[in-house]
């Protein structure tokens, strides 16, 4: 392959410590084979730094080695920070190296939040968010598009951490922080098994960045709300997905995340092995990605999102805040991801949202109430609180809950199956003011029509499991075969399928099923932890083609709140 340097004027205007380094893959077997594979990435920097030194001497910088990355390239750092023009140079002369493939910086990124908190609010709100329950502006996630709550499914949040709010705490799955930097990461340390938010407080120029001094974001824990925040447990506010398993994996700090640390975390969130790190053993569905920086797609990042598809992951991003081309901004624009804008209650683009042929979808991203800490700093656990947020990253999650909660859970449908479904799944129109902001708001209902969840009139339909219950008959003096087993999935609905022949017997005919999603059986329902059908109560003896029904599935949320 020719080696290659950022494209010219594609850097933002930032000055650059830190540079990916990727090998060629002859560079990498030839070193394997000669000195296997560990000492292989040290190998081939020992043999670039000929290279590196000679464009070090020539700029008055030292260079070091840092760490290798999850696929084996090398992250190096110099003594001082380059401008735009002297990063090209550095980069330019390293990829020159005949073991050099590409050389890139290793961004700065940044949760894509929009502005301040606007609104502070303690008390149970789901009458408050909008953003789930209006039919034509919000997601419509309501009635019987909530029956499937993306039970354990596992979504990992690449963001800032969490703190452990009372209304998200008991949903989520072990994560890991995978922030190199110490001073951004405040922790005392680099990587490590707690991906707690230590808070991003940061007074001015503390990253030496010329940045104005902000306060905590809490950033991870308000998009980890949106997703999976408990419902019907008399707190708070309801998460798109709320059974579904958050798994935060903190890759910003205080002086925002690097390209090569969120690269590894995407690896790592989808099974993939990171050296140094111990294997994810509970490997997430989807990954959502609320951050970004205004770059192309850097080749880091372009990898690890090809390994987290190939693992079966679906990678979810923020289009971003700058109100213009999505396209700008990574990783919203790599290959492989959906992207994900921002709307308002009233149904257009929200004014800070990108745009373009890259944004995929759209969902509610301005004044979403979710969870949050009313701490300026540091976390502190009496100050859990609600707060209204904005920006493409509220927007995002709600993407990555339906899409857990309609096409990940309780289906058998492949990655591919799942976004070709998403692409093609009806959405509300978007009063779009640009000349494109993607196929609309997204729709949980539609959607779960879509995944064939819901039939036509908004029905619910199952696919479920084999099961056998014992009947006790009376007056059955022959088999019956082909006898029909009505699945009650719903109060209004039933889910039907042809089982197994029911033998004549006085007490105890087995009857056993594999369920179809054939709508429209009438049916009668028996307590949810029977086991025994009697048919020698007031119940009428069963007969062939008559309809017999099995445990009920899970009720509608609304009816749960109403006890």
Same mark, same amino acid.
């Given at each position: 392959?020719?080696?290659?340097?950022?494209?010219?004027?594609?850097?933002?205007?930032?000055?650059?410590?830190?540079?990916?380094?990727?090998?060629?893959?002859?560079?990498?077997?030839?070193?394997?084979?000669?000195?296997?594979?560990?000492?292989?990435?040290?190998?081939?920097?020992?043999?670039?730094?000929?290279?590196?030194?000679?464009?070090?001497?020539?700029?008055?910088?030292?260079?070091?080695?840092?760490?290798?990355?999850?696929?084996?390239?090398?992250?190096?750092?110099?003594?001082?920070?380059?401008?735009?023009?002297?990063?090209?140079?550095?980069?330019?002369?390293?990829?020159?190296?005949?073991?050099?493939?590409?050389?890139?910086?290793?961004?700065?990124?940044?949760?894509?939040?929009?502005?301040?908190?606007?609104?502070?609010?303690?008390?149970?709100?789901?009458?408050?968010?909008?953003?789930? $329950?209006?039919?034509?502006?919000?997601?419509?996630?309501?009635?019987?598009?909530?029956?499937?709550?993306?039970?354990?499914?596992?979504?990992?949040?690449?963001?800032?951490?969490?703190?452990?709010?009372?209304?998200?705490? %008991?949903?989520?799955?072990?994560?890991?922080?995978?922030?190199?930097?110490?001073?951004?990461?405040?922790?005392?340390?680099?990587?490590?098994?707690?991906?707690?938010?230590?808070?991003? !407080?940061?007074?001015?120029?503390?990253?030496?960045?010329?940045?104005?001094?902000?306060?905590?974001?809490?950033?991870?824990?308000?998009?980890?709300?949106?997703?999976?925040?408990?419902?019907?447990?008399?707190?708070?506010?309801?998460?798109?997905?709320?059974?579904?398993?958050?798994?935060?994996?903190?890759?910003?700090?205080?002086?925002?995340?690097?390209?090569?640390?969120?690269?590894?975390?995407?690896?790592?969130?989808?099974?993939?092995?990171?050296?140094?790190?111990?294997?994810?053993?509970?490997?997430?569905?989807?990954?959502?990605?609320?951050?970004?920086?205004?770059?192309?797609?850097?080749?880091? !990042?372009?990898?690890?999102?090809?390994?987290?598809?190939?693992?079966?992951?679906?990678?979810?991003?923020?289009?971003?805040?700058?109100?213009?081309?999505?396209?700008?901004?990574?990783?919203?624009?790599?290959?492989?991801?959906? %992207?994900?804008?921002?709307?308002?209650?009233?149904?257009?683009?929200?004014?800070?949202?990108?745009?373009?042929?890259?944004?995929?979808?759209?969902?509610?991203?301005?004044?979403?109430?979710?969870?949050?800490?009313?701490?300026?700093?540091?976390?502190?656990?009496?100050?859990?609180?609600?707060?209204?947020?904005?920006?493409?990253?509220?927007?995002?999650?709600?993407?990555?809950?339906?899409?857990?909660?309609?096409?990940?859970?309780?289906?058998?449908?492949?990655?591919?199956?799942?976004?070709?479904?998403?692409?093609?799944?009806?959405?509300?129109?978007?009063?779009?003011?640009? !000349?494109?902001?993607?196929?609309?708001?997204?729709?949980?209902?539609?959607?779960?029509?879509?995944?064939?969840?819901?039939?036509?009139?908004?029905?619910?339909?199952?696919?479920?499991?084999?099961?056998?219950?014992?009947?006790?008959?009376?007056?059955?003096?022959?088999?019956?075969?082909?006898?029909?087993?009505?699945?009650?999935?719903?109060?209004?609905?039933?889910?039907?399928?042809?089982?197994?022949?029911? $033998?004549?017997?006085?007490?105890?005919?087995?009857?056993?099923?594999?369920?179809?999603?054939?709508?429209?059986?009438?049916?009668?329902?028996?307590?949810?932890?029977?086991?025994?059908?009697?048919?020698?109560?007031?119940?009428?003896?069963? %007969?062939?083609?008559?309809?017999?029904?099995?445990?009920?599935?899970?009720?509608?949320?609304?009816?749960?709140?109403?006890?």
């Amino acid at each position: 392959t020719t080696p290659t340097a950022a494209a010219p004027g594609t850097l933002p205007q930032q000055n650059f410590d830190r540079f990916i380094v990727t090998y060629t893959q002859e560079a990498k077997q030839r070193k394997m084979l000669r000195d296997g594979e560990w000492d292989a990435v040290r190998g081939i920097v020992d043999d670039i730094m000929d290279t590196v030194d000679v464009v070090s001497e020539a700029l008055n910088v030292d260079t070091k080695f840092l760490h290798n990355t999850s696929t084996d390239d090398a992250v190096i750092q110099t003594s001082k920070t380059l401008n735009k023009n002297e990063a090209k140079e550095f980069m330019a002369k390293v990829a020159s190296d005949p073991d050099v493939a590409s050389v890139e910086p290793d961004y700065i990124n940044y949760p894509a939040a929009e502005g301040d908190i606007t609104f502070q609010y303690n008390d149970p709100q789901y009458s408050k968010q909008w953003n789930l $329950t209006n039919p034509t502006t919000g997601v419509q996630n309501t009635g019987n598009a909530r029956l499937r709550r993306g039970a354990n499914v596992k979504v990992a949040v690449l963001d800032t951490g969490y703190v452990p709010h009372p209304d998200l705490v %008991t949903g989520m799955a072990n994560g890991y922080d995978f922030v190199s930097d110490p001073l951004s990461a405040r922790d005392g340390d680099g990587r490590d098994p707690n991906p707690r938010d230590e808070g991003d !407080y940061a007074p001015y120029n503390l990253c030496k960045d010329q940045a104005n001094a902000h306060t905590s974001t809490w950033h991870g824990t308000s998009v980890a709300g949106i997703i999976g925040a408990r419902g019907n447990n008399r707190m708070g506010i309801v998460g798109a997905a709320d059974l579904a398993r958050v798994q935060p994996v903190r890759v910003l700090g205080r002086c925002g995340g690097r390209t090569s640390d969120i690269a590894d975390a995407i690896i790592w969130a989808a099974g993939g092995h990171v050296d140094g790190v111990p294997d994810n053993a509970y490997p997430a569905k989807i990954i959502n990605m609320s951050i970004g920086t205004v770059t192309t797609c850097p080749a880091a !990042y372009q990898r690890a999102i090809n390994i987290a598809r190939s693992k079966g992951a679906i990678v979810v991003a923020a289009a971003g805040n700058g109100n213009t081309e999505a396209s700008k901004y990574a990783p919203a624009n790599c290959m492989g991801v959906i %992207t994900v804008g921002a709307t308002t209650k009233a149904g257009t683009r929200a004014s800070f949202s990108n745009y373009g042929t890259r944004v995929n979808i759209l969902a509610p991203g301005e004044n979403i109430l979710t969870l949050s800490m009313n701490s300026l700093d540091r976390p502190d656990n009496t100050k859990f609180s609600y707060d209204y947020e904005s920006g493409t990253s509220m927007s995002a999650p709600h993407v990555s809950a339906l899409l857990a909660q309609q096409l990940v859970n309780g289906t058998s449908m492949t990655t591919k199956q799942v976004e070709e479904a998403f692409t093609l799944m009806g959405t509300n129109r978007i009063k779009c003011d640009k !000349y494109f902001c993607g196929r609309g708001i997204i729709n949980s209902f539609k959607l779960a029509k879509q995944a064939g969840n819901l039939d036509a009139n908004g029905r619910v339909t199952y696919l479920r499991p084999r099961k056998t219950i014992k009947v006790i008959s009376k007056g059955l003096s022959a088999g019956a075969s082909n006898t029909k087993i009505a699945d009650r999935a719903a109060a209004d609905e039933a889910a039907e399928a042809t089982a197994e022949a029911l $033998t004549a017997g006085a007490n105890g005919e087995s009857l056993t099923g594999d369920y179809d999603r054939i709508p429209g059986a009438p049916a009668m329902e028996i307590p949810e932890d029977a086991q025994v059908y009697d048919l020698n109560g007031d119940a009428e003896p069963i %007969t062939q083609d008559e309809p017999l029904v099995t445990n009920p599935a899970q009720k509608p949320r609304e009816a749960e709140e109403q006890r």
